[in-house]
């Protein structure tokens, strides 16, 4: 079967998307791939006549399953044209499937998919990455406007700004659980968050990029209440590997139960390059790859709170077992000369960007 890659391009609203959508079409046209860019649907139905504000519950849930059902005809129709193909192909998402249920009740949501003969956990897997950009509402709020969308609900108001940020984080929610979700921060230049789209896309796609350093702090919390946070905790397994490969096992589970396991392989490559991949293993195989555990390596096992502060995206790990006490706070995607805007619940001890003995890989050693 072809290889096709299928990519969501989701967050809050005026994110970027549109703007990505034209880079990504340009630059991986350039290279050879052909590009697929498949329209956010609610938008189509938005300027058809849907009224997704209605107070007729019956023409609601239709409008929703409609939509629902749209978007997977749309992305399988795509898919089949891809198979026809010689070129490689990269298949992007105006939005995903799971950014429906981030409108609708619980039950609503469960109802529909139950209809379509899917789970939310089989939607997850339709794609191979969800790359969520961060709303100028969150940190760009002078950015932050409606003429991109002539249809989109959040006004350039307090209140409408508010309401942007909320949908940014619900929508990050409902992807949780997907084993390439990236969050995007917003940048005072713009270029800067277009081009980690890019990155990610060429991690996806397997192609080499070069090494960047993640900002790094040993932080102590001021205050366990840290706003819309995602919970997880998350066991890591490093295995048996070539001197100039990095091996790792993940197991991932966020509140309610929800797990992910994925495996990753680091190739590092000469001239500060590296390629990994990762891919989705289940619960068996899972359980026989641990047999492959490198004997000089202890698990690391954390608890992660992610969270967005000011428009950046953080991710909060307190280390548990040998490592307990150590709490490092990361953030990606900082360019050189920016600053990071730390939040007051927050208190650094220590810078540790780049400092090789505070990466997991390093912490994980036998002592």
Same mark, same amino acid.
């Given at each position: 079967?072809?290889?096709?890659?299928?990519?969501?391009?989701?967050?809050? *609203?005026c994110?970027?998307? !549109?703007?990505a959508?034209?880079?990504?079409?340009?630059?991986?046209?350039?290279?050879?791939?052909?590009?697929?860019?498949? *329209?956010?649907?609610?938008?189509?139905?938005?300027?058809?006549?849907?009224?997704?504000?209605?107070?007729? $519950?019956?023409?609601?849930?239709?409008?929703?399953?409609?939509?629902l !059902?749209t978007?997977?005809?749309?992305?399988d129709?795509? =898919?089949?044209?891809?198979?026809?193909?010689?070129d +490689?192909?990269? %298949?992007?998402?105006?939005?995903?499937?799971?950014?429906? =249920?981030?409108?609708?009740?619980?039950?609503?949501?469960?109802?529909?998919? #139950?209809?379509?003969?899917?789970? =939310?956990?089989?939607?997850?897997?339709?794609?191979?990455?969800?790359?969520h950009?961060?709303?100028?509402?969150?940190?760009?709020?002078?950015?932050? /406007?409606?003429?991109?969308?002539?249809?989109?609900?959040?006004?350039?108001?307090?209140?409408?700004?508010?309401?942007?940020?909320?949908?940014?984080?619900?929508?990050?929610?409902?992807?949780a659980?997907? *084993?390439?979700?990236?969050?995007?921060? /917003?940048?005072?230049?713009?270029?800067?968050?277009?081009?980690?789209?890019?990155?990610?896309?060429?991690?996806?796609?397997?192609? &080499?990029?070069?090494?960047?350093?993640?900002?790094?702090?040993?932080?102590? %919390?001021? =205050?366990? /209440?840290?706003? /819309?946070?995602?919970?997880?905790?998350?066991?890591?397994t490093?295995?048996?590997?070539?001197?100039?490969?990095?091996?790792?096992?993940?197991?991932?589970?966020? $509140?309610?139960?929800?797990?992910?396991?994925?495996?990753?392989?680091?190739?590092?490559? &000469?001239n500060?390059?590296?390629?990994?991949?990762?891919?989705?293993?289940?619960?068996?195989?899972?359980? #026989?790859?641990?047999? $492959?555990?490198? +004997?000089?390596?202890?698990?690391?096992?954390?608890?992660?709170? #992610?969270? %967005?502060?000011?428009?950046?995206?953080?991710e909060?790990?307190?280390?548990?077992?040998?490592?307990?006490?150590?709490? %490092?706070?990361?953030?990606?995607?900082i360019? $050189?000369?920016? #600053?990071?805007?730390? +939040?007051?619940?927050?208190?650094?001890?220590?810078d540790?960007?780049?400092?090789?003995?505070?990466?997991?890989? !390093?912490?994980?050693?036998?002592?």
């Open positions: 079967m072809k290889d096709v890659k299928r990519i969501v391009l989701t967050g809050g *609203p994110a970027g998307k !549109t703007t959508l034209v880079k990504i079409m340009e630059h991986y046209s350039s290279r050879g791939f052909k590009v697929f860019t498949i *329209p956010e649907v609610p938008t189509i139905f938005l300027q058809a006549g849907m009224d997704y504000l209605t107070t007729n $519950q019956r023409w609601f849930y239709e409008g929703e399953k409609a939509t !059902t978007q997977l005809s749309l992305e129709a795509f =898919s089949a044209m891809a198979e026809t193909l010689d +490689p192909v990269l %298949i992007v998402c105006d939005r995903g499937a799971l950014d429906i =249920s981030t409108y609708l009740p619980p039950e609503m949501w469960a109802k529909i998919t #139950s209809l379509c003969h899917v789970t =939310s956990e089989q939607l997850l897997g339709r794609y191979d990455a969800v790359l950009l961060v709303s100028a509402a969150d940190g760009a709020e002078k950015y932050y /406007n409606t003429t991109t969308n002539k249809v989109r609900q959040e006004a350039a108001d307090a209140e409408g700004l508010a309401k942007a940020r909320m949908l940014d984080r619900k929508v990050i929610q409902a992807w659980g997907h *084993p390439h979700h990236r969050v995007i921060n /917003n940048h005072d230049n713009f270029d800067t968050k277009l081009n980690r789209v890019i990155r990610e896309i060429d991690s996806v796609l397997g192609l &080499p990029q070069a090494i960047t350093e993640e900002r790094k702090y040993i932080v102590k %919390i001021v =205050s366990d /209440n840290i706003p /819309n946070a995602v919970e997880s905790e998350i066991i890591q490093y295995l048996v590997a070539d001197p100039d490969c990095e091996v790792r096992l993940r197991r991932r589970i966020w $509140q309610g139960g929800k797990t992910v396991n994925v495996h990753t392989t680091k190739k590092h490559l &000469p500060h390059e590296e390629i990994e991949t990762e891919r989705q293993v289940s619960d068996a195989l899972y359980e #026989s790859l641990l047999a $492959q555990a490198d +004997p000089y390596r202890h698990t690391i096992h954390k608890l992660r709170k #992610s969270f %967005i502060w000011e428009g950046q995206y953080f909060l790990d307190q280390y548990l077992d040998r490592l307990n006490g150590l709490v %490092i706070l990361e953030t990606k995607g360019t $050189q000369g920016e #600053s990071v805007k730390l +939040p007051p619940y927050i208190k650094v001890v220590e540790i960007t780049g400092r090789k003995q505070y990466y997991n890989y !390093t912490l994980s050693l036998n002592k």
